[in-house]
């Protein structure tokens, strides 16, 4: 069955090039991650391009609750408007798809940071590294953090400049988890994890914090320059019932790693959340190297 596109193009004012307005799932969808799925969709111009749809994983029954997440999504796109042209993904239009939270952005054809690095071994991985960091500072300046900075949701544009994605998606989804059921699963990242975040106080209900997300860009630098981070249940075992440090998990430091940018990540990764150094600190380091 088709998908109506007309309350995604109405929802939020969007005025980009005319787009279909249906279109069909199977056909369109790109790829999978832990709370939507993305569709590829064409542009409809002079030449051929695309948007992605992003369909949140949501009960599509649940309009009340859906309408929430709606205007939820809204007040956080108009706070990252400010930030256009920063490195923070553009929000095209936010609306629903068949009574679904839906976000429209530009579609980039690189992909994802690790795609991007596989099909161009040539990149310049600190380069992107300090785009990537660039990025969040600029979100964490909006006094944002943005709860799930992975590999999936650092995009590379036409120019190989890093795009964050997907701002407070994780958050927005944990909370509409938590008030459910009061409960909030292992999140499927949780190698990017610090361990605040996946063993939570019991007065932090959504634990996601800036320092957090310095935490998840080391790991992410970490995987950039060949390292390997066990995706084994015994690793998150190991991690939260033992609290062992990262850099303990990880076993073997690779050897494209500097010493400077070695002592970077390690701060990055400091068991205290106070201790990591701040996004802007952060950036100052990897400029430097």
């Not at 936010?94 to 679904?100: E, H, P, S």
């Not at 995706?231 to 073997?252: C, E, K, P, W």
């Not at 970077?264 to 150094?277: F, G, H, S, V």
């Amino acid at each position: 069955m088709p998908f109506l596109l007309r309350h995604l193009l109405a929802g939020d004012g969007y005025t980009g090039p005319p787009l279909p307005t249906t279109f069909e799932p199977r056909e369109y969808e790109f790829s999978c991650l832990p709370h939507s799925t993305i569709y590829r969709v064409p542009v409809q111009g002079s030449r051929i391009h695309f948007v992605a749809v992003k369909l949140l994983r949501v009960d599509g029954q649940d309009r009340v609750g859906n309408e929430v997440t709606v205007s939820m999504l809204r007040k956080l796109a108009e706070a990252c408007a400010s930030a256009e042209g920063t490195g923070i993904c553009p929000i095209l239009s936010i609306g629903d798809v068949d009574g679904v939270p839906a976000v429209l952005t530009p579609f980039f054809q690189n992909g994802h940071l690790l795609h991007y690095l596989a099909n161009t071994p040539q990149a310049n991985r600190l380069e992107l590294a300090v785009s990537a960091a660039k990025a969040l500072r600029h979100l964490h300046a909006l006094d944002l953090a943005h709860g799930n900075v992975t590999p999936e949701n650092l995009l590379i544009d036409d120019c190989g400049n890093v795009q964050l994605s997907d701002v407070q998606i994780t958050i927005l989804m944990c909370w509409k988890s938590y008030l459910a059921d009061g409960r909030v699963a292992v999140p499927l990242a949780w190698r990017y994890k610090p361990l605040e975040e996946l063993s939570p106080p019991d007065d932090a209900v959504i634990p996601y914090t800036k320092a957090g997300d310095v935490f998840a860009l080391g790991t992410v630098i970490f995987e950039m320059f060949g390292g390997v981070i066990p995706s084994h249940n015994t690793a998150l075992i190991r991690r939260v019932r033992l609290t062992m440090q990262m850099v303990d998990i990880i076993g073997s430091r690779p050897s494209e790693i500097s010493d400077e940018l070695w002592r970077l990540i390690q701060d990055c990764w400091n068991i205290a959340p106070l201790a990591r150094p701040s996004i802007a600190m952060t950036v100052e380091s990897l400029a430097s190297l």
